[in-house]
């Protein structure tokens, strides 16, 4: 019976959980699903993490290859993410060019690296003009149930912690390179930038909603938080919100950050051992 | 704080204290209902009307028609199949006209209209879910002005809010314009015009005077009257 | 428009001019300071069958940016953009129909998100579309010595240590949209969001003269 009320009236049957403070999947409105973090996943990448937030998997490899800076940056390499939602992860994805969604989140995510100054370009140059590293961050979304932004943040910033670059010996006369692949370093990874996505349905605020819960509420927030410090406050429009409702998120997703940079911590340590 | 009747209003501004009768109250373009009881919702930005005892609405700019059932309207035939026709009317989607809604129309004898002729009819149904639906027939299936309009014609469209200007009663323009000029017009809700003359001078000539007429404020109307003279 | 009497919180100058196309129904040309945008808006009109909903009107929001095609950057105000017309909107009463919004940058010298959002509010309440609030949004940078300058101009926003973006209602001046970049503490993020709340009231005032003044001369 609950199946037949929840496909003719989704939005009441939820209203209905709500109203009992839980959700369908049993959960309590401010609890967070069980977070999986898995480093050294993809072994022909340089660098690479598996993330999983309740159903929600993505995984992130990183493939460096060397390349010729900008005239403009001399000093500077590059980081290019992107994010892909092939047709496998959600029936909402076609195959064909990334959809609205994928683009936004590449950018956003991108935006935030460079914003939250986490990594610095200036560390992947090996020869100012000449010579730099280009990190290729691909993020594939293997499962999509929600919070799409929180996983892809969280498997970038752990792929690039495990990322190990060869030292690469060049010759500028006879442009000649020669690759270690002996003595590798990993790169500086400044801060951690981790992120927490709430939404809103009614005048409840719901933490880490799953794909049916995006779907229903009508507006979404993510905070991201690094090191004690905000990164962003992004709410892309939506219902409105009090103010207080909205610091109360940024308050809970500080205190969510500490935990979430043991676990990528823990993860980059299991995997040396 | 509240708005009062012939304040200006903006999306988001609250009218209380409603004026009702035997506990209803009647509301026009603009207005919806409000979380709160007696209380209403402006949704368009205009000059807040009241008509005693209870009607409210928002006096504001209109820019696309919206059809509304009883409307007299003009519009353009725009395709042809069987029985029906399609007719635009300049809202978000053609409405229908059955070929059987004319006076004295049956199965065998239909009115002879092709696609771009011009007719003037009445919304029989407007429905938001449904197409809209039109007639040219009265309820006692008499034609009287309705009915498809000749091509010697010229079909212009204006300002839906100059239309509201043009059928006020105590609009000079038409009747100021008669004096010099003989014209037929057929003015649909819609802000599509259907004019006709004798001669195609005299039809822009009014073109003119009524695109002229649309850019000034009630005031000026009769200005450009005397201008015309 | 003057905000508050101190240099750095002062807003640039605003100015619009509206029904400056003919053929949409509703459109503005607003500038803030040397950021310009031109925004039309069409609907309700006709909808494709694949966009069609039979509960509300289908809202899509086209950004063009200045030269080119849209690139990546752009869906993402795009999104924005999209997020706070459908929630401003009263699309309910629209079904089956689509209310197209058009946003052509003309000149970005900062604050675009900013003016697009503001255009494109006086779009929709040009084009007399039913709206359960109106939007209004300011912007504002955080140098790196803490100081804070509403509506920021390009430069300051490049050299700026955090730039911040909210878009408020006119009914409880509530959030609606916050868009951040670089980093700065929740003090910080507060004191930004009071700055722009008021900043806001101003453009919600600048819209009601506008607005009067059109519609006394039209109706």
Redesign the interface.
């Known amino acids: 019976m609950a199946k037949q009320f929840k496909s003719l009236h989704p939005i009441k049957f939820y209203r209905d959980y709500l109203n009992q403070n839980v959700r369908p999947d049993g959960r309590l409105l401010s609890k967070f699903r069980p977070v999986i973090v898995n480093t050294g996943s993809i072994a022909t990448a340089d660098g690479s993490a598996l993330v999983r937030i309740g159903k929600t998997t993505v995984i992130c490899g990183i493939k460096a290859e060397l390349a010729q800076p900008k005239a403009e940056k001399p000093k500077e390499g590059f980081l290019i993410c992107n994010v892909d939602l092939p047709p496998l992860c959600s029936s909402k994805f076609r195959p064909g060019p990334p959809s609205d969604l994928a683009q936004v989140t590449t950018r956003f995510v991108a935006d935030l690296i460079l914003n939250s100054g986490c990594i610095h370009l200036r560390d992947l140059c090996i020869l100012k003009e000449k010579l730099v590293w280009c990190l290729y961050a691909d993020l594939i979304c293997l499962d999509y149930d929600g919070c799409l932004i929180d996983a892809c943040l969280l498997a970038l910033l752990t792929a690039l912690k495990t990322v190990k670059l060869p030292s690469v010996d060049y010759d500028v006369a006879i442009d000649k390179k020669v690759v270690n692949e002996d003595e590798k370093k990993s790169i500086l990874i400044y801060n951690t930038p981790v992120s927490t996505t709430y939404a809103i349905f009614e005048d409840k605020i719901i933490t880490d909603p799953t794909a049916e819960e995006e779907d229903l509420s009508s507006g979404l927030i993510t905070i991201v938080v690094k090191e004690k410090e905000l990164c962003s406050v992004h709410k892309p429009g939506g219902s409105p919100i009090s103010e207080e409702k909205l610091y109360d998120c940024i308050q809970e997703t500080i205190k969510r950050a500490d935990l979430l940079n043991t676990l990528i911590n823990t993860a980059i340590s299991e995997q040396t051992h | 704080m509240p708005a009062t009747v012939g304040d200006?209003v903006?999306?988001?501004d609250v009218i209380a204290d409603l004026n009702s009768l035997n506990g209803v109250t009647l509301t026009g373009p603009?207005l919806?209902s409000h979380e709160e009881h007696n209380c209403l919702?402006v949704?368009?930005?205009?000059?807040l009307c009241f008509k005693s005892p209870n009607i409210y609405w928002v006096?504001?700019?209109?820019?696309?028609y919206?059809p509304k059932k009883g409307d007299l309207v003009v519009g353009i035939v725009t395709k042809k199949a069987g029985n029906i026709m399609k007719v635009d009317i300049g809202s978000?989607?053609l409405a229908c006209l059955p070929l059987l809604a004319f006076e004295g129309a049956t199965k065998k004898q239909k009115p002879d209209l092709q696609v771009g002729d011009v007719v003037y009819a009445r919304l029989l149904s407007a429905h938001?879910?449904m197409e809209s639906e039109l007639v040219c027939v009265d309820s006692y299936y008499k034609a009287g002005k309705l009915g498809p309009l000749s091509s010697d014609g010229f079909v212009m469209t204006i300002?839906l809010?100059f239309v509201n200007?043009l059928l006020d009663f105590n609009c000079p323009l038409l009747h100021t314009l008669g004096k010099k000029y003989v014209f037929e017009v057929a003015i649909g809700m819609n802000g599509k015009v259907w004019i006709n003359s004798h001669n195609v001078n005299d039809t822009l000539n009014l073109m003119i005077a009524l695109l002229a007429a649309e850019q000034e404020?009630i005031d000026n109307v009769t200005k450009v009257c005397r201008q015309l003279m | 428009m003057n905000v508050i009497d101190d240099n750095n919180l002062l807003m640039r100058k605003v100015n619009c001019k509206l029904d400056i196309l003919s053929r949409p129904d509703g459109s503005v040309l607003l500038s803030q300071g040397d950021t310009v945008v031109i925004a039309g808006v069409y609907g309700p009109i006709e909808v494709k069958t694949q966009k069609m909903l039979i509960n509300k009107a289908s809202v899509e929001t086209f950004y063009r940016p200045k030269s080119g095609t849209p690139g990546i950057g752009d869906r993402l105000y795009e999104s924005i953009i999209q997020n706070i017309c459908e929630t401003s909107l009263v699309s309910a009463l629209y079904p089956r129909s689509s209310i197209v919004v058009i946003i052509q940058e003309m000149q970005n010298y900062g604050g675009i998100i900013s003016c697009a959002v503001n255009a494109c509010c006086f779009a929709l309440l040009n084009s007399g579309i039913d709206m359960k609030f109106l939007v209004a949004s300011a912007s504002c940078a955080l140098d790196d010595k803490g100081v804070f300058h509403l509506d920021p101009d390009k430069l300051l926003s490049d050299k700026a240590k955090a730039n911040f973006v909210f878009v408020f209602d006119n009914i409880a001046k509530r959030i609606i949209a916050s868009h951040t970049s670089g980093s700065f503490n929740l003090a910080q993020y507060e004191e930004a969001l009071e700055l722009c709340k008021k900043a806001c009231d101003a453009i919600f005032d600048f819209y009601k003269t506008k607005m009067k003044n059109e519609i006394a001369n039209k109706v």
């Open positions: 200006f903006v999306p988001g603009g919806h919702l949704t368009r930005a205009g000059t006096e504001g700019l209109q820019k696309r919206y978000s989607e938001r879910e300002n809010n200007r404020s």
